[in-house]
């Protein structure tokens, strides 16, 4: 059973659409995280949100945690090529004894 | 800064083998986290290392395992390779240990034949 489920599992889109990836579960995380990580390299740290209900910005990445601390989104307006990649969600679950766990990820592929 | 390095970046074995991956965190961090990545299951956690003590570990066999020394850097070996074992494997550091923040190496691929 995957603690953290993502969907879509793929995304092909055009450039300049906008797009929103999901992450959810049934347990309650103390944080989520987002990651991006392209072929040939490890993920890469986007974002982390902490609070119930928090909404981060960067540039065209709109990150949201649900307020009850099970969920999240990432929403990219205005899609450039430069996006294309693997979007995954991490998180510490309460109960977890410190282990990451990470979503299946999101491949995204932005045709120009 | 230099970031996590991990060595070597492709390997190939074949099954029964052992093999052993190694990571050099980022300058001044304590822990070294390793995980598995493949396309069925994702990143899965395999263990962390603070201060050269096992922290915690995930579920997996007994055939992996890990070590940390002194200076940080830290190895994963695995033993009798199996064909699943095929996989990207990870390593991150971080400044403590448990919920803190991840910077990911660029990985070993291994590929099991």
């Known amino acids: 059973t995957q603690l953290l489920e993502q969907s879509p599992q793929f995304l092909s889109i055009q450039e300049g659409e906008n797009l929103t990836v999901y992450c959810n579960s049934s347990?309650?995380?103390?944080?989520l995280q987002w990651y991006r990580q392209e072929p040939g390299e490890g993920p890469v740290l986007l974002v982390t949100?902490?609070?119930?209900?928090e909404v981060k910005k960067l540039k065209r990445l709109t990150f949201q945690f649900g307020d009850a601390r099970k969920d999240s989104s990432l929403h990219i307006t205005a899609a450039q090529p430069g996006d294309t990649g693997l979007y995954l969600c991490?998180?510490?679950?309460?109960?977890?004894?410190?282990?990451?766990?990470f979503g299946k990820g999101t491949l995204l592929t932005v045709n120009p | 800064k230099a970031g996590v390095t991990q060595t070597p970046r492709y390997l190939i074995k074949t099954r029964g083998q052992q093999v052993t991956l190694s990571c050099s965190p980022i300058?001044?961090?304590?822990?070294v986290s390793w995980y598995q990545q493949t396309p069925g299951q994702g990143l899965q956690f395999l263990f962390e290392?603070?201060?050269?003590?096992?922290?915690n570990k995930g579920n997996f066999p007994g055939r992996f395992s890990g070590r940390q020394f002194s200076n940080s850097r830290s190895e994963m070996n695995v033993s009798t390779l199996e064909l699943g074992d095929s996989a990207l494997y990870l390593c991150?550091?971080?400044?403590?240990?448990?919920?803190?923040?991840?910077?990911f190496g660029a990985g070993t691929r291994l590929s099991v034949l």
């Open positions: 347990s309650v995380f103390s944080s």
């Open positions: 300058s001044g961090h304590r822990s």
């Open positions: 991490a998180g510490w679950p309460l109960l977890s004894n410190y282990k990451l766990t």
């Open positions: 949100v902490v609070t119930g209900g």
């Open positions: 290392y603070f201060s050269e003590t096992q922290r």
């Open positions: 991150a550091s971080g400044v403590g240990s448990g919920e803190n923040i991840q910077y």
